[in-house]
């Protein structure tokens, strides 16, 4: 089993719960306008690891994975591979190690019983699922992703029925995301999940321009501001993350 892999980093603290070995996959079938790794977006360049390789390299971090850390799977989306990852969280298990999935959950689709049924595979050794919602009503999902919202609202019923612990991520962009009947919506729908456990505000920045300078591709958001701490700490408020904004 190969999988085609962007890049490690070992010592992460912003990809799930307490010190993470972070495995950064390569390929994903979204354009978000805001992807800070741009470079993951297609394969070209990826390095081949085997499997056991990646175990052993995230097994010399396992002194470090006490209160709670462990191994997250990010991309890119990594579910394009996910028959390496399926084989990765079942061989992390037996080692006793925690398992964090980093996805939008674009790739899932119900009535592909082939690929369900992949699904079903996986969960049995996922800990945590970090769904990053881009956004919650569909038209702008396409406009900001360049696809429709639907496989990823049904992947997060999904989790929900199958009782697997979420962290909803979600990205702060002004004009974008940074809208009140959105936030509204997005929390509806959160309440309507039995499984999420966290939501996590992520204010929109501009540290992956650099990168589409070097690549040769157009920065789409350019000129777009940062939110403010008032509005990071009213979209928390909105989605009850928050009790008030004082």
């Known amino acids: ?21 972070v ?10 306008l805001y992807c800070h790794n741009p470079d993951t977006w297609n394969q070209d360049g990826a390095e081949c690891y085997e499997v056991d ?28 591979q996910i028959d390496f990852v399926i084989e990765l969280f079942k061989k992390l298990k037996k080692y006793n190690v ?57 992947f997060a019923k999904y989790l929900s029925n199958n009782k697997i612990n979420v962290w909803i991520r979600h990205v702060l962009v002004p ?7 959105y936030l509204t919506k997005l929390k509806e729908f959160i309440d309507t999940l039995s499984n999420v456990s966290k939501i996590e505000v992520l204010p929109y920045h501009t540290m992956g321009i650099v990168k589409y300078k070097n690549l040769g591709i157009p920065y789409r958001l350019e000129g777009v501001r940062t939110p403010t701490k008032e509005e990071v700490k009213h979209a928390k408020y909105l989605l009850g993350v928050i009790k008030d904004v004082a």
């Open 1 to 21: 089993m190969i999988g085609k892999i962007h890049s490690f980093f070992a010592g992460g603290t912003v990809d799930g719960p307490g010190i993470r070995f």
């Open 175 to 181: 004009d974008i995301t940074l809208n009140d009947n």
């Open 53 to 80: 390789d990646v175990v052993s390299q995230a097994l010399r971090y396992k002194g470090y994975f006490n209160n709670g850390g462990g191994v997250t799977v990010s991309g890119g989306e990594p579910l394009i």
């Open 98 to 154: 925690h398992t964090a999935l980093d996805t939008s959950g674009i790739i899932f689709d119900k009535d592909n019983l082939e690929l369900k049924a992949k699904f079903d595979e996986l969960i049995k050794y996922t800990d945590l699922v970090l769904l990053d919602i881009k956004h919650i009503d569909n038209d702008e999902h396409i406009k900001l992703t360049g696809k429709s919202n639907k496989n990823v609202l049904e």
């Open 23 to 32: 495995i950064f996959m390569k390929g994903c079938p979204l354009r978000c």
